[in-house]
């Protein structure tokens, strides 16, 4: 059975605060560096209502989306947090889900709610599940430690999902010398919809606050950093929401291959880009070393601390140290990569060399 939710909730009650740019929820509130401040020291809220909220419930949930999906969620303690992604056969992310479970109810955050509950309904066969939109009743905060948002509650447990970006429990990729997602203590709230305008009177950042501390922390994300093409692999997204252990799901053979066997593609840089002009790009610019094509921007903003700054995926080849420029408003920006994804990434496995037949001395 699925339960299809309610006619959606129009408009936010954060978009009528003074200074609110922007829809369906603030972009900012007019002063988006000083917002970033207040977001990452836990002083402000983010109003992310316009994300979608699924639950699947029924006896069979976890093991289920075990099943179907790359992380492993068939013992997931009530209130423990993951994140898990929904593969092609071919390994690409199609879809990716915050997850919390409640003991009886598997909750997913995510940021295509009807495409995800479209194909979750196509996959159900004759299992104990049930499948719901809860966005109409639910709506999601997000915020960073210290920030005081009163949860709503599903079965005695609180409805918040810490990201697991700073603790990695899988296989990372990117080994800085310091990560700079260590201090990331990034969470999404849950509160039901009645209680979402007794909120406003907290301080608030806008929309863009958060996607320059996401970029900041090279934290991969739905839709932003996925195309037809995108592995899990090219962005580190192993390091949280892959795991290499368990059964067989859809796009695993892709995945154990590309990880033990070969290397991915494309490899997720950040850039910090020249801010003299005053120019951010636009998300698929291009990325060049010289006069070549390297690599496309995914996500890029302006940092309250680093300034101008990018994600972006680019041929697994290209040369760390080589100089780049990144095409914005008809100018060209130099940019200066910083390794996330390596190189040499993936062939964890070593296959030895079988001398080819007629090759050895007689």
Known sequence: MTERRPEPVEGSPFSSRPGAVGSPVPLHYGSPLAEQRELAAGRAVVDLSHRAVLTVSGPDRLSWLDSLTSQALARLAPGASTETLQLDPHGHVEFAARVLDDGETAWLLTDDGEGLRRWLERMRFRLRVEIAERDAEFATIGSFAGADVPAAESNGVPLVWVDPWATPSGHAYAHPAEHPAAGWTYRETLVRREDLPALTATPAAGTLALEALRIAAWRPALPAEGDERLLPHEVDWLRTAVHLSKGCYRGQETVAKVHNLGHPPRRLVFLHLDGSDALLPEHGAAVLSGDDEVGRVTSAALHYELGPIALALVKRRLDPAAPLT??????????????????????TVTVPRIPRLGSARR
């Open 326 to 347: 990144v095409a914005a408003d008809e100018e060209r920006v130099a940019a200066a990569q910083e390794v996330i994804v390596p190189t040499d990434a993936g062939a």
